[in-house]
DNA sequence: CCATGATCATTA
DNA sequence: TAATGATCATGG
C-alpha cells in the first residue's frame, strides 16, 4: 500500500489532464461501457486509480484526510458550468442528530478535497476528457462555510423534528439531502453540493 | 444484501 | 436548462 498524500495525488491527476479517461479506464480494467452495461461510477474509479490510490468502490474515506470527487461539465453561453450536482457523503440520520456540522462527516470530507472537471459527452458517454484538477482548504470561518453549515443546521433539525422520510432535495442553499438509494426498494440519503456551489468551489480554487 | 461511486429520467 | 428523485454496476 503506497501512501499517496494530497499533494502527490494532485500531480499525478494533473498528468492526465487532457486525456481520454476511457482509455485509461481500459488500461486499469476498469468496466465503463465495454460489457454493454453502463457503470455509473466508472469516472470516480478510473480518477482514484490515476491519483495513486489502489482504492475500490468500499466505503467513503480515500483512506486518507481528503476526497477525490468528480464532475461532469458542460458549456452553457460559452461558459463551463457544472452539469450535475456533486455527492459529498452519505447520511446517516443516527450521526446526524449527534453531531455539529464541524463534527460531522460532511465537513471532514468537504473541508479538504480535490475536485476534477471532466467533460460530459452526453448520455451514456462512452468518453470523457479529464478538464481540470482542482484542490480546495475550506476555513471553518469562511463565508460560505457559515452558509452552507446553516444548510446543514436546517437539515438537521428537520430531521430531528419531522423524521428521516422528511428530508428533500429541496431542502438547502448550498447543500441539500438528496435520496440515494440503492435503486432496489431500499432509499438512503446524501448530502449533494448543488450546482453553484460548485462552480463557487471552482471559481475559488482556480 | 448494502454502501458507494455518479449518472439517468422526468418534469416544469 | 435546471432541479429533484430514482437507478445501476461494483466489491466486501
Known amino acids: 500500500m503506497k501512501i499517496v498524500t494530497r499533494t502527490v495525488a494532485i500531480n499525478n491527476l494533473k498528468k492526465h489532464i ?15 461501457y465495454e460489457t454493454g452495461k453502463q457503470n455509473k461510477g466508472w469516472k470516480g474509479l478510473v480518477l482514484e486509480i490515476l491519483a ?5 468502490v468500499s466505503k467513503a474515506p480515500n483512506g486518507l484526510s481528503y476526497e ?5 461539465f458542460h458549456n452553457v453561453k460559452n461558459e463551463l458550468t457544472p452539469k450535475e450536482t456533486m455527492a459529498i457523503t452519505m447520511i446517516n440520520p443516527e450521526e446526524l442528530k449527534k453531531h455539529s456540522f464541524f463534527e460531522s462527516h460532511c465537513w471532514a470530507k468537504l473541508k479538504s ?9 452526453g448520455q451514456n458517454s462512452e468518453n470523457a ?15 460560505l462555510i457559515k452558509e452552507i453549515k446553516a444548510d446543514y443546521d ?20 448550498w447543500i441539500q439531502a438528496r435520496t440515494k438509494g440503492a ?6 440519503r446524501a448530502f449533494y453540493a448543488r450546482i453553484s456551489l460548485v462552480k463557487k468551489i471552482f471559481e475559488t480554487a482556480s
Open 18 to 32: 487532457g486525456q481520454d479517461l476511457r482509455k485509461l479506464a481500459l488500461q486499469h480494467g476498469i468496466t465503463t
Open 113 to 121: 478535497m480535490v475536485f476534477c472537471a471532466v467533460m460530459w459527452h
Open 183 to 188: 435503486g432496489h426498494g431500499s432509499t438512503s
Open 129 to 143: 476528457e479529464l478538464l481540470k484538477v482542482a484542490s480546495l482548504d475550506f476555513a471553518e470561518d469562511d463565508e
Open 68 to 72: 477525490l470527487k468528480s464532475v461532469s
Open 154 to 173: 436546517f437539515i438537521r433539525a428537520k430531521l430531528i423534528k419531522e423524521g428521516f422520510g422528511a428530508l428533500t432535495g429541496k431542502d438547502g442553499k
Open 52 to 56: 495513486g490510490l489502489e482504492n475500490n
